[in-house]
């Protein structure tokens, strides 16, 4: 059996919300998250074309921004960097008015949806995501209220506004009803969850000086 872990980079900058499995996706193959969008999509037009040619047994995943405990501080991702800001009394950076929606997902549903997934008789891509959508300026709203700093709001300071990335997605959020009906999976952790519990995680390391 193969499995291509794939992400929703698939969908580009979707037209479609949310993105179910048979949407083909919004990519500009000449920007410059080009590489990286069309890098996921040819893995997984090769993983079909090698099953099909092989008759081998695959599986694809389709992965939606997923976080959790033991990320690492400095991996660029808006979730350690929210946190180890907030937890610095650092400015806050948003990309844009932070009006762009993403759809974070905890890191043990996505290890319970993988397996699930290796274990059934299913080849066709499987959204794994949590359906729940924050604007990143809500988002980093949540994180600065987990490390007790004062919410977002037009008289703070501690936010610094960056020029939009080109090319960034608007708006993800996965439809997850093939997940549903053919793993018998959804998510378990709401996100207030799973990021209370990472953000404990970070903050615990900071204070013995892991990271």
Not at 4 to 10: A, S, T
Not at 50 to 64: E, S
Not at 84 to 96: C, D, F, P, W
Not at 144 to 157: A, D, F, T
Request: net charge negative.
């Amino acid at each position: 059996m193969c499995i291509d872990v794939d992400k929703l980079e698939v969908y580009g900058d979707p037209e479609e919300h949310p993105q179910k499995e048979t949407y083909w996706g919004h990519v500009n193959p000449i920007g410059p998250r080009a590489c990286y969008d069309e890098g996921k999509r040819i893995a997984e037009t090769l993983t079909y074309a090698y099953m099909r040619q092989n008759d081998v047994d695959v599986r694809v995943a389709r992965i939606f921004n997923t976080f959790g405990p033991r990320m690492s501080p400095a991996d660029g991702r808006v979730v350690s960097n929210f946190i180890m800001q907030a937890i610095k009394g650092e400015s806050l950076t948003l990309y844009g008015d932070g009006a762009q929606t993403r759809s974070f997902q905890y890191v043990h549903d996505l290890v319970d949806g993988l397996i699930l997934l290796m274990n059934k008789n299913y080849s066709e891509p499987v959204n794994l995501g949590n359906p729940e959508e924050y604007t990143i300026k809500n988002f980093a709203d949540m994180i600065r209220e987990m490390v007790l700093i004062p919410p977002l709001s037009p008289e703070n300071v501690d936010i610094k506004i960056l020029p939009a990335a080109l090319d960034d997605p608007k708006k993800r959020k996965p439809d997850i009803t093939r997940a549903k009906k053919y793993l018998g999976w959804e998510p378990g952790f709401s996100v207030k969850q799973g990021l209370q519990e990472t953000v404990d995680w970070f903050k615990l390391q900071v204070k013995e000086g892991s990271i």
